[in-house]
């Protein structure tokens, strides 16, 4: 019987599962190490062997072939990772450094892709849409980003990885002409402007105090801030307009909102009206906006179904 490996390359933490089946119901074993990033690529490299030996040790399994959630993004033309916050991974030919040292064919995504895929096969999806034919994920939380899964004639639904590699990176759609820079070298980002750091920093130059993201929230529920009602005011308003780039290019049956800032209630009431001014078809919005179901899990579920 087919079993489903995969494991998810965090900076910190390396996690694993083993699936007997598409479903979170379904794990056969789970498990966590360090990541040891410090110690360079080569280290990482034998911590995954080091994970994917334990999994075998304890269930007697062996892998078919394993998917890997990442930090950054396979470039499928130089065959090497870039765009990886764990910078020591930039440059390196990981996926065929891992198929010679694992001995099995490997497929790799970037985390953003393997959170769409988990939530559109195993998530809230199939309970919503599950004849959908193709999905938006978005993470908008410290970072944002974004995957696309399509459903394939099989019936399968995967990730559209994209010639570059690049396929769903939402992120860094421009949004704010002269916004904040951006480490990708541009200025304006979604990322500098609808994650939570950049709404936060908004707050604090206009206000001159810090305040968490779920301050900012709980304050403009209060209603006695000004400050923290522009800032709210500014998520929507861009909320709207970047959403309205994923309908009118893609129009998807559902985009699922994971991350931090993508649980705020009021992006799935009045985040979607706004969107609606910006939709090339703007008397009706049926796409779905749905909240995640599988929570942290998202991304070692969706590395193992790659
Ligand atoms: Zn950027």
């Known amino acids: 019987m087919q ?3 995969g494991i998810d390359l965090g900076g ?3 996690e694993g599962v083993i699936l007997s089946a598409p479903s979170p119901d379904a794990v056969i074993i789970r498990k966590r190490i360090d990541t040891e990033a410090h110690l360079g690529y080569d280290h990482i490299m034998s911590q995954i062997v080091r994970l994917i030996d334990l999994l075998k040790a304890e269930t ?6 394993i998917g890997f959630g990442t930090p950054g993004t396979f470039d499928p033309a130089r065959q090497t990772m870039k765009n990886c916050n764990t910078t020591v991974l930039n440059g390196r030919p990981m996926k065929q450094d891992l198929a010679r040292l694992l001995n099995v064919p490997v497929a790799v995504a970037n985390d953003a892709n393997c959170f769409a895929l988990a939530e559109s096969t195993m998530g809230i999806v199939p309970d919503v849409v599950p004849n959908f034919q193709s999905v938006f994920g978005v993470i908008m939380g410290t970072g944002v980003g974004g995957g696309v899964v399509v459903r394939g004639r099989d019936g399968v639904p995967f990730v559209l990885n994209g010639l570059q590699g690049i396929g769903g990176e939402w992120g860094h759609n421009i949004l704010e002409e002269n916004g904040y820079a951006c480490y990708c070298g541009k200025r304006g980002c979604n990322e500098q ?3 939570g750091p950049a709404l936060q920093r908004y707050y604090q130059q206009i206000s001159g ?3 968490t993201m779920k301050e900012i929230m709980e304050r403009y529920q209060e209603g006695n801030d000004l400050v923290a009602s522009q800032t709210v005011n500014r998520m929507l308003e861009y909320f709207g307009r970047a959403v309205s780039v994923i309908i009118n290019i893609l129009d998807p049956d559902a985009i699922v909102l994971g991350g931090g800032v993508g649980n705020v209630d009021l992006l799935y009431t009045e985040g979607v009206e706004r969107a609606k ?7 009706e919005i049926n796409t779905r906006f749905l909240k995640p179901k599988l929570g942290d899990s998202a991304g070692v579920f969706g590395a193992a179904l790659l």
């Open 12 to 14: 910190t933490k390396i």
């Open 277 to 283: 001014k910006y939709v090339f078809n703007s008397r």
């Open 3 to 5: 079993n489903y490996w």
């Open 60 to 65: 007697d399994l062996q892998p078919d072939r």
């Open 193 to 195: 402007v609808i994650s």
């Open 209 to 211: 105090e810090e305040r």
